[in-house]
T-cell receptor, first 112, second 119 residues
């Protein structure tokens, strides 16, 4: 079964607004990653945050990690219509090497 | 950035036939590749870990005799769906790690996926 749970499952916003997606997990992790998937395509790696990090930025993306709550959030600021996609968090567990466990994903729609 | 390709991008086959999907790392050598399966509007489920020169490691519930994985070289892994049935219809995605990028060893580079439809 999937370790990660994401909410919301679907999010619809207007261009220019911020989008926040959350991810929760159940076991200890080495790192947590966020990926983006356009419909019918492969995944694109967005950002990786290690278990000893609390926050990370990359362009319009901001990721936080709270290991005490076993949760992470992805914030996309000043969203654009091109940000419309599914976003997945994935965790690499301490004992699994590079095996990733994906969350259920959030479908983001940014309306122009 | 690292590039992973898959071939074919989509395939339609008859029930009972076998289908081979290729996953290639184009600009790096991948000692480890991963195969995932994704049903419509669902998340990715890891099927197996493919290790160059050794047997693949399958996740619980994945039939190794049905989903044959071969990782014969550092740039190619293949997944063969044997005796395919309609319930095997899915989106199959591979990924690979670039061991040269030590700072991001847990980052996986994903292929574009293969849409399999079994009639």
């Amino acid at each position: 079964s999937q370790q990660g749970e994401e909410d919301p499952q679907a999010l619809s916003i207007q261009e220019g607004e911020n989008a926040t997606m959350n991810c929760s997990y159940k076991t200890s992790i080495n790192n947590l990653q966020w990926y983006r998937q356009n419909s019918g395509r492969g995944l694109v790696h967005l950002i990786l945050i290690r278990s000893n990090e609390r926050e990370k930025h990359s362009g319009r993306l901001r990721v936080t990690l709270d290991t005490s709550k076993k949760s992470s959030s992805l914030l996309i600021t000043a969203s654009r219509a091109a940000d419309t996609a599914s976003y997945f968090c994935a965790t690499a567990r301490e004992t699994s090497g590079s095996r990733l466990t994906f969350g259920e994903g959030t479908q983001l729609t940014v309306n122009p | 950035g690292a590039v992973v390709s898959q071939h074919p991008s989509r395939v339609i086959c008859k029930s009972g036939t076998s289908v081979k999907i290729e996953c290639r790392s184009l600009d790096f050598q991948a000692t480890t590749m991963f195969w995932y399966r994704q049903f419509p509007k669902q998340s990715l489920m890891l099927m197996a870990t493919s290790n160059e020169g050794s047997k693949a490691t399958y996740e619980q519930g994945v039939e190794k005799d049905k989903f044959l994985i071969n990782h014969a070289s550092l740039t190619l892994s293949t997944l063969t769906v044997t005796s395919a049935h309609p319930e095997d219809s899915s989106f199959y995605i591979c990924s690979a790690r670039d061991p040269q990028k030590q700072a991001h060893t847990d980052t996986q580079y994903f292929g574009p996926g293969t849409r399999l439809t079994v009639l």
